[in-house]
Nanobody, 124 residues
Framework: QVQLVESGGGLVQAGGSLRLSCAAS????????MGWFRQAPGKEREFVAA????????YYADSVKGRFTISRNNAAKRVYLQMNSLKPEDTAVYYC?????????????????WGQGTQVTVSS
């Protein structure tokens, strides 16, 4: 079993940067594919980025490609989302998720464990 806790959200001006962190518990963290999703008010939760168990493969939504970077540190049991050039449309609650698919995935149904989320607000 994996428990996930996100941190690093906040209020930032458009064009600014934030780094989200997700701390995981559990002995088998390094075997999980990890992902970040987000949910804006009135919208469905959507895929943002994912990373395979060893960091060798990453996936990004088209809307964040070139601006966001996902990474992980298996020794520290953490996964990160570096967000640059933020836009008001990036405003959402951001969720960290773990998948038993070690190669990660872009679909919500592939993820079994979820954090509580962290709010990111980008002002124009």
């Amino acid at each position: 079993q994996v428990q996930l806790v996100e941190s690093g959200g906040g209020l930032v001006q458009a064009g600014g940067s934030l780094r989200l962190s997700c701390a995981a518990s559990g002995r088998t963290f390094s075997s999980y594919g990890m992902g970040w999703f987000r949910q804006a008010p009135g919208k469905e939760r959507e895929f943002v980025a994912a990373i395979s168990w060893n960091g060798g493969t990453t996936y990004y939504a088209d809307s964040v490609k070139g601006r966001f970077t996902i990474s992980r540190n298996n020794a520290a049991k953490r996964v990160y989302l570096q967000m640059n050039s933020l836009k008001p449309e990036d405003t959402a609650v951001y969720y960290c998720a773990a998948s038993t698919n070690s190669m990660a995935a872009m679909t919500r149904l592939s993820y079994y464990y979820w954090g509580q989320g962290t709010q990111v607000t980008v002002s124009s």
